[in-house]
Nanobody, 116 residues
């Protein structure tokens, strides 16, 4: 099973940017369906963005035009570039990997706080 480690979270002012990274180990993720999710306090975990093995992307309406998901299979890493951040983006962000056999793996999460 693949292991995932997120990094890049932190405190940022509204309008700022952050780049999250999800480093995978234990298995090559080139055929995996990768996603970023987030969970704010008192709310359910929600899908932010996902990217297929072929590079097709999809985004939640709330982040379209501001966030970009990408993958570097050579580095076994997935990224989430977050621009024009707003306070409503504050959450713990989780990386998810789904194998071709539908096995799911999750990272431990990284906190993103958008506040002035």
């Amino acid at each position: 099973q693949v292991q995932l480690v997120e990094s890049g979270g932190g405190l940022v002012q509204p309008g700022g940017s952050l780049r999250l990274s999800c480093a995978a180990s234990g298995s090559a993720i080139s055929l995996y369906y990768m996603g970023w999710y987030r969970q704010a306090p008192g709310k359910q975990r929600e899908l932010v963005a996902h990217i297929t093995s072929g590079g097709t992307t999809n985004y939640a309406d709330s982040v379209k035009g501001r966030f970009t998901i990408s993958r570097d299979n050579a580095k076994n890493t997935v990224y989430l570039q977050m621009n024009s951040l707003i306070p409503e983006d504050t959450a713990v962000y989780y990386c998810n990997a789904r194998s071709p056999f539908a096995q799911n793996s999750w990272g431990q999460g990284t906190q993103v706080t958008v506040s002035s």
